[in-house]
């Protein structure tokens, strides 16, 4: 009786195995993968003879940056001459269609018709279509028809730039992957106790000194962006429909900007020396909001992550400062935290004369902010209560937190260079992609409007070792942003990953393997070795 148990229960799981293989043959090679789709019967097949034929001047700006990025992936230009005789693909832009930056994607053998409700929804689909030809064999298609749109608004990547630069290049071939994969905030993580990585005109030393060194060495040569590398930035990622915040950290992790201007410190600790901006000064809220005023112009987002967060490591020394007992008593602020929280409103009530919005990290709640103008992004997952907070008091929020979305975290077992938590957790491909179905919140005040993976570099000293930690876990970011939790499947992901891996090792990128790919060893250099 058993044994006849054993194997009826046998037969169910292998025919259930067979269910989701089948399931996952039916799905395109997109990621993240679409809202609803059906395969159809019929082959696409792409040529240099195909037609792109774009209805209007935004359509064909993206069929022109859509037959760039093809060619870069296949070696295939398609032609924009409308009096070819051929099979076509068309790019339209219907407003009152589908919901924000949705599409539809429509084949058949002769004629592909790409709809997006607004420009942004029409780039979407492109990358749909695009990453089909990308991943398909002799340039043959499977015909789908697709309807598609976004889980969040919000979709993002961070990239710490404080303690290791990595460059113009190495920037614009990541926000190219982004839109590959629709990611569409690129939060830019530009000054920190290290390093100070942006040209200020107004106060040049905060780059030309403040931007000497890094977290390995910091005697290195001055490293940072001028304001027009930064603006070709900003326009290379805008024509890919992809919002870069600048985060111009504050008050704390601000030692890079004191090396520069010493005058506006507020002291620190012998672990983070000089780590403040000194409170009790207006000439600190004046040389802040100066720099401010430079960064707002070049980055027309109307968003300035100001950070916020971990400002108690260097705070104590505050209560030394000249004027500072003056302050206290003056606005009733009892605590240096409460100083704190002054601190970040008076900075923000300076964003907000300029009609830009502030982001903060989760600590920032405590300085109760206004609702319609700042975004939380809650990071510490050990502290639960912050996310609730945030959300009762109604403010929009980004989920990031250290377990499982810090990319510095490893993903291997294997993996012996790198972060983990504290009980030897880690941040592995599976437990990026489950993410965030297990974790519960209550929305009914504030809103949950995305998710954003960070990539922090104290143990990214190159760029092999930052694609070893992004890739393929980005991909897994993709699909957690867009697609409901209810059409999410592991296997069936991984099934369709396989072929994006190919495109990583056509690029060249240093990929970490969890899915029986090529293996390639974790990067540690000797430089590395000697972090803490």
């Known amino acids: 009786m058993e044994s006849h148990k054993n194997l009826i229960k046998g037969s169910l799981i292998a025919f259930f ?10 799905q395109p090679e997109i990621i993240p993968l679409p809202t609803n789709f059906v395969k159809l019967p019929e082959k696409f097949q792409v040529s240099e003879a ?12 993206i069929a022109i940056t859509f037959n760039n990025e093809l060619f870069l992936f296949s070696g295939l230009a398609l032609n924009l001459d409308a009096k070819m005789e051929s099979n076509e693909i068309r790019f339209i832009i219907k407003p009152d269609l589908l919901v924000s930056e949705g599409y539809t994607l429509m084949m058949s053998n002769k004629t592909i018709i790409i709809t997006g409700n607004s420009a ?11 990453q089909l030809i990308a991943k398909s064999k002799g340039l043959s298609l499977n015909c789908w028809n697709i309807h598609d749109h976004p889980l969040y608004s919000w979709r993002g990547l961070m990239i710490d730039e404080s303690r290791h630069f990595f460059g113009k290049v190495y920037i614009k071939s990541l926000i190219d992957w982004m839109a590959f994969y629709k990611i569409n905030r690129f939060h830019w993580h530009l000054t920190d106790e290290p390093g100070w990585r942006i040209e200020i005109k107004h106060y040049h030393k905060l780059a030309q000194i403040g931007g000497i060194g890094n977290f390995s060495d910091s005697t290195t040569k001055t490293a940072y962006y001028m ?4 603006n070709e930035i900003v326009s290379y990622a805008r024509d890919r429909f992809i919002q870069v915040i600048p985060e111009i950290d504050m008050p704390g992790h601000a030692s890079a900007a004191n090396r520069a201007y010493p005058e506006y410190s507020g002291g620190g600790t012998q672990e983070h020396p000089e780590f403040t901006f000194n409170p009790a000064k207006d000439q600190t809220y004046t040389y802040l909001s100066t720099i401010l005023h430079e960064v707002n112009m070049m980055f027309p987002g109307k968003l300035i992550h100001i950070g916020g967060d971990e400002v108690s490591y260097g705070r104590e020394e505050w ?3 000249t004027g500072i007992k003056t302050l206290m008593d003056h606005n009733r602020l009892p605590t240096l935290n409460e100083v704190e929280n002054y601190f970040t409103r008076r900075i923000s009530d300076s964003l907000k004369s300029w009609g830009t919005n502030v982001g903060v990290w989760d600590e920032a709640v405590a300085a109760h902010l206004p609702i319609d103008q700042a975004t939380i992004f809650w990071w510490r997952q050990d502290h639960p209560e912050q996310l609730k907070t945030a959300l009762d008091a109604g403010y929009q929020v980004v989920l990031c937190p250290r377990l499982p979305m810090y990319f510095d975290f490893v993903q291997l077992k294997t993996d012996h260079y790198g972060r983990k938590w504290d009980d030897g957790e880690y941040n592995s491909l599976d437990k990026v992609y489950d ?22 570099t104290e143990t990214v000293g190159s760029t092999q070792r930052a694609d070893y930690l992004l890739f393929p ?28 891996v190919l495109l990583y090792q056509r690029a060249n ?12 060893p974790e990067p540690v250099t000797p430089d590395e070795l000697t972090m803490p």
């Open 227 to 230: 304001q027009e590398e930064i």
């Open 509 to 520: 990128i240093y990929y970490c393997a969890p899915i029986g790919q090529i293996y390639h």
């Open 17 to 26: 195995l067979i269910l989701s293989a089948i399931a996952a043959a039916q």
């Open 50 to 61: 195909t037609r792109l034929l774009p209805e209007g001047e935004q359509a064909q700006q």
């Open 319 to 321: 209560k030394n400062l």
């Open 120 to 130: 942004h929804g029409l780039f979407n689909g492109a990358q749909s279509l695009l």
């Open 473 to 500: 876990r980005l991909a897994a970011l993709a699909e957690d942003a867009w697609t409901s939790g209810k059409q999410k499947n592991y296997k069936a992901f991984t099934n369709r990953l396989k072929l994006d």
């Open 435 to 456: 993410f965030p179905q297990s974790l519960s919140f209550d929305q009914s005040k504030g809103k949950i409007i995305g998710i954003q993976a960070n990539l922090w």
